[in-house]
């Protein structure tokens, strides 16, 4: 079985920065595309970012691209989300996904989120 376990949420400053982690048990993680989603309150669950089993493709929302880097440690077993110039509209809880085909919200694998919350 599959599971999935963010961390590195936390508060932080406009402007600021953090990078999220997300490790994952079960299966074989080069196999799988991972990526990051965010749920703000009240607004439904949206794409943040998509990485390649072989780190060969990353893809972004276009509303973050230039802030958010996503990457992965395959020797780790963990992807990474980091997150750069911070703005009060990027507060949400952070999920991490993982699918063996396309990633999208219908992705098999979650992990149980983390809260990041940026002050202005």
């Known amino acids: 079985q599959v599971q999935l376990a963010e961390s590195g949420g936390g508060w932080v400053q406009a402007g600021g920065s953090l990078r999220l982690s997300c490790t994952v048990s079960?299966?074989?993680?080069?196999?799988?595309?991972m990526g990051w989603f965010r749920q703000a309150p009240g607004k439904e669950r949206e794409f943040v970012a998509q990485i390649s089993g072989a780190s060969t493709y990353t893809y972004y929302a276009d509303s973050l691209k230039g802030r958010f880097t996503i990457s992965r440690d395959n020797a780790k077993n963990t992807v990474y989300l980091q997150m750069s110039a911070l703005r009060p509209g990027d507060t949400a809880v952070y999920y991490c996904?993982?699918?063996?085909?396309?990633?999208?919200?219908?992705?098999?694998?979650w992990g149980q989120g983390t809260q990041v919350t940026v002050s202005s």
């Open positions: 079960g299966g074989s993680f080069s196999l799988y595309q």
């Open positions: 996904a993982s699918s063996l085909v396309g990633l999208t919200v219908e992705a098999p694998y």
